[in-house]
């Protein structure tokens, strides 16, 4: 049974500021927000669909449930992951513009779905056809986590469905552009509250190597949550990791503060190779072990 599940998988092409490259690496958002679940439960299913370029078989390192992988007769999502200096990426498509939407925007199927499934991480494109997903998933009892995408074109009836979804969303956590770009250039604290308003009960604002800012609405508390200190190998995938992380945790009944620490520590654990990090017992054990000794690192923030 899996009880955790995102859906997505982009084979990257990546280009270095050094001008190293390396080719072919997998990536995704959904790939990276389930091996940041991962780390914290053998019950994770990673939902996508491929191209029958695709060997299930290099998944394998990652100890993810594989199951809801399916051949859509398109080819799988590749791009260049083209890195800069300042940490600016920019991504170029190497499909066709309508194979990348239909793979990784359009819903799965509900035979990928396990039956069991509790929580899943779901990134928001605002396409119509994803607030009909996130309602039934919702209404199936499932609590969701889910992420922004602001692509530079978004149109107004893309961002007008983002909002709407968000008010279905347990936990939303998105980086300080797309805050910016929902709730308008503010404090980083009035941002979260008015993301908070909208509906989810945790928001995290995601600050790179700044950490994060986390806000729990009930109990109106605002937590300062470093970044895990690590060697940066490759960014790639940190913030979906994070995500991940903070779902499975706070979903298993750790204190908002337990939950952004096992978040910091699967994104660090991320960033320490080119590519997703191999899953097995003892880097999970090293996970929590990091988790605990960060925790007393978390501060409360005034408001």
Not at 259 to 285: H, W, Y
């Amino acid at each position: 049974m899996s009880r955790y599940a995102s859906w997505g998988i982009i084979v990257d092409d990546i280009v270095f500021p050094d001008g190293r490259s390396q080719m072919g690496v997998l990536g995704g958002g959904g790939l990276y927000a389930a091996v940041g679940m991962r780390l914290w439960s053998k019950d994770v299913r990673l939902i996508s669909a491929v191209g029958d370029d695709f060997d299930p078989a290099v998944l394998a390192a990652t100890g993810l449930d594989t199951g809801g992988l399916f051949d859509s007769g398109l080819a799988t999502p590749r791009a260049w992951q083209l890195f800069e200096e300042d940490g600016r990426r920019t991504q170029i498509f190497r499909v066709p513009h309508d194979v990348w939407y239909r793979q990784l925007v359009v819903a799965p199927s509900p035979e990928t779905l396990p039956p069991g499934l509790e929580a899943a991480h779901f990134l928001g494109r605002g396409d119509p056809r994803e607030e009909a997903m996130v309602r039934a998933l919702r209404a199936a009892g499932v609590r969701l986590s889910a992420e922004p995408i602001i692509h530079h074109d978004i149109t107004a009836e893309e961002r007008a469905t983002l909002v709407r979804c968000v008010a279905d969303f347990d936990l939303f956590s998105p980086d300080r552009h797309e805050a910016a770009f929902l709730v308008g250039e503010r404090p980083p604290a009035d941002q979260l509250r008015a993301l908070a308003a909208m509906g989810p009960r945790v928001v995290a604002l995601r600050l790179g190597a700044d950490g994060s800012l986390v806000y729990e609405r009930e109990a109106d508390r605002l937590w300062r949550v470093p970044a895990a200190r690590t060697t940066v190998v490759d960014v790639t995938g940190a913030g979906n990791a994070f995500c991940g992380g903070l779902l499975v945790a706070w979903h298993e009944g750790a204190d908002v503060r337990l939950a952004a620490a096992r978040a910091s520590v699967s994104a660090a654990i991320t960033i320490e190779q080119v590519g997703p990090p191999g899953v097995d017992d003892a880097l999970m054990a090293r996970a929590r072990r990091w988790a605990d000794d960060l925790l007393p690192e978390i501060r409360p923030v005034d408001m």
